[in-house]
C-alpha cells in the first residue's frame, strides 16, 4: 500500500507565499518524475509542476519565476514552494508522483497515484 499525504495548504492573501509538501511512503522501489497539479471549480486539472528523479523540472507558463518545485529523494518527499500568489492560483493541488512498486522482494512495476488534494485559497 502506497500513500501520497499533501500538507501546506491554506488561506493566503495576494502576494504571499505558501508551500505544499507530498511525502510518499509505503512498498516503493523508486520513484520516477513527481509533480504538481491543481484544479480549480469548473476547470480541468492542469499541470503546475514536475521534477523527475535527476532534478530536471517543468512548469506551467502561469507559474514561471513563482513557484519552485524540489525533492528530497531520501525523504521521498516533494515540496512546491509558492511566492507571489494571485487569486487565479485557487485552487485544489494535487500531488502525483510514477513509482515502480516494491513485493519485499523484488520490484513490480510501474504506477501512478495521486494525493487527497490540499485546498489553497488566495485572497484578493
Known amino acids: 500500500q502506497v500513500q501520497l499525504v499533501e500538507s501546506g495548504g491554506g488561506l493566503v492573501q495576494a502576494g504571499g507565499p505558501l508551500r505544499l509538501s507530498c511525502a510518499v511512503s509505503?512498498?516503493?522501489?523508486?520513484?520516477?518524475?513527481m509533480g504538481w497539479y491543481r484544479q480549480a471549480p469548473g476547470k480541468q486539472r492542469e499541470l503546475v509542476a514536475a521534477?523527475?528523479?535527476?532534478?530536471?523540472?517543468n512548469y506551467a507558463d502561469s507559474v514561471k519565476g513563482r513557484f519552485t518545485i524540489s525533492r528530497d529523494n531520501a525523504k521521498n518527499t516533494v515540496y512546491l514552494q509558492m511566492n507571489s500568489l494571485k487569486p487565479e492560483d485557487t485552487a485544489v493541488y494535487y500531488c502525483?508522483?510514477?513509482?515502480?512498486?516494491?513485493?519485499?522482494?523484488?520490484?513490480?512495476?510501474?504506477?501512478?497515484?495521486w494525493g487527497q488534494g490540499t485546498q489553497v485559497t488566495v485572497s484578493s
Open positions: 502525483n508522483a510514477d513509482y515502480v512498486g516494491w513485493d519485499g522482494l523484488a520490484p513490480t512495476r510501474d504506477y501512478d497515484d
Open positions: 509505503g512498498s516503493i522501489f523508486s520513484i520516477n518524475a
Open positions: 521534477i523527475t528523479s535527476g532534478g530536471s523540472t
